[in-house]
């Protein structure tokens, strides 16, 4: 079955084809390729292309597809229960894990998926302060829930979604949002509105709207403001957290927050989130205090032991020097006659990258805005011809797995320059 008659018999059962709109190819345009299976830093997908991919599944495969430690224990796992709607040692494990990984953490709940456990972020905060207003930053991507998807990143902004429909207008007016990197407008936010504000929630590294890293001083000004109005500060880490070594970039930034929330890497590839913080604020989550939360699947199982291996393999194997050495690859594009001409910029940290087709660098939502969208899609089609999958949006980041070899990413690099 080709991806061409598989997009056709999605299409009549499914919104768009697709059960979440980044997998949409509608900023690049054709046809959205279908995976069969994949295995290392390799897709194969459903017309028989194979493709080193630097998508990863939106960052959680930091270990590369079908690793064999985690579907080994994942099979094992399997066979004792899928789930249980009961408490396993399995989520007390994991739990333990992230409390001794990350410094500031006393308590963790697991939830299923990023949007839980921002949203649940916001309801805690909300509580913990009895507050209703929340800051959030342009471009910036936290899930899906109502008040987080003013002024958002990811799909909404490859789909040049401002707000979306089903929205109140009440929820809307509880929501300020502000530029990245821009702390004056965040002072003059508290400064009208201070004793109102629950929280600041932020991507510490923008990760949805191409990659965007806080300026010098931003975060630790963030951190300063809320303290001055008795605000929390939630740190969204669905992706950078264990992404640049075995802890949070709040931890590695040396940023405190009060509560940080991650997901994708934390389950090795099945669908988790957690929030974790103080445990005077944790305590006030349910059934301890009455912000209310709940999930029938929560601690899945199946998605901990993904988790648990993950996490310990990246623990024990330090994959995050290779990562690294191997990314410094990409910075010789820089080189490129291309970006001396100021047509492109590399945007980059660690193994995470963005390929900005913008004369100038990018700190914020409106410099993204700027970037040339119909080139990246040319860019993308060239790059899959190529034998390279990169994310189908100009918004979105690519990731160096630790199973990417010298090799691949030089090989990478020199399609990039061929594309030039």
Not at 46 to 64: E, F, M, N, V
Not at 74 to 97: H, Q, R, S
Not at 319 to 336: F, M, P, W
Request: contains cysteine; hydrophobic residues 40%.
């Amino acid at each position: 079955m080709t991806s061409k008659n598989l997009s056709i018999r999605a299409n009549r059962v499914i919104p768009g084809g697709v059960n979440s709109p980044v997998r949409a190819w509608n900023a690049v345009g054709g046809i959205p390729i279908h995976i069969e299976r994949g295995s290392g830093s390799k897709l194969i997908t459903a017309d028989g292309q194979t493709l080193t991919d630097y998508c990863g599944s939106w960052g959680p495969l930091i270990l590369g597809h079908a690793h064999p430690e985690v579907i080994n224990a994942v099979k094992v796992a399997a066979d004792n229960g899928l789930t249980f709607g009961a408490t396993t040692e399995l989520e007390i494990e994991l739990a333990e894990f992230l409390c001794r990984q990350i410094p500031y953490f006393e308590k963790v709940r697991l939830v299923n998926s990023g949007t839980e456990a921002t949203m649940t972020a916001l309801r805690l905060a909300k509580g913990y302060t009895n507050r209703s207003k929340i800051v959030k930053f342009d471009g910036c991507y936290h899930g899906h829930s109502d008040s987080l998807l003013v002024s958002g990143g990811s799909g909404l902004l490859t789909g040049a979604i401002h707000l979306s429909e089903g929205i109140s207008e009440n929820i809307i007016k509880d929501t300020f949002a502000a530029p990245y990197n821009n702390l004056e407008a965040i002072e003059s936010i508290f400064k009208n509105r201070g004793s109102e504000i629950a929280a600041i929630i932020i991507e510490p590294v923008a990760g949805n709207m191409g990659l965007v890293k806080p300026e010098d001083g931003f975060l630790a000004g963030l951190r300063r403001i809320t303290e001055e109005y008795g605000a929390l500060l939630i740190f969204d880490e669905v992706i950078t957290g264990f992404r640049f070594g075995p802890t949070t970039y709040g931890t590695i930034c040396n940023v405190t927050p009060d509560i940080t929330c991650l997901g994708k890497i934390i389950g090795g590839g099945l669908p988790i989130g957690a929030l974790g913080g103080q445990r005077k604020i944790m305590d006030k989550l349910s059934p301890l205090g009455n912000v209310y939360q709940a999930g029938t699947l929560s601690g899945n199982p199946i998605a901990v032991t993904a988790g648990i291996t993950t996490l310990k393999i990246l623990k024990s194997h330090n994959v995050y020097d290779r990562i690294k050495q191997n990314a410094q690859i990409l910075e010789g594009l820089e080189g490129t006659e291309q970006f001396k001409n100021g047509l492109c910029t590399l945007a980059h940290l660690d193994g995470v990258f963005t390929l900005f087709f913008n004369e100038n660098s990018i700190s914020d939502l409106e410099d993204a805005k700027q970037c040339d969208t119909e080139k990246y899609s040319r860019f993308f089609h060239y790059m899959l011809s190529a034998g390279y999958y990169i994310p189908p949006s100009q918004f979105e980041v690519c990731f160096v797995s630790a199973v990417h070899t010298k090799q691949e990413i030089e090989g990478f690099a020199n399609a990039v320059r061929g594309f030039f």
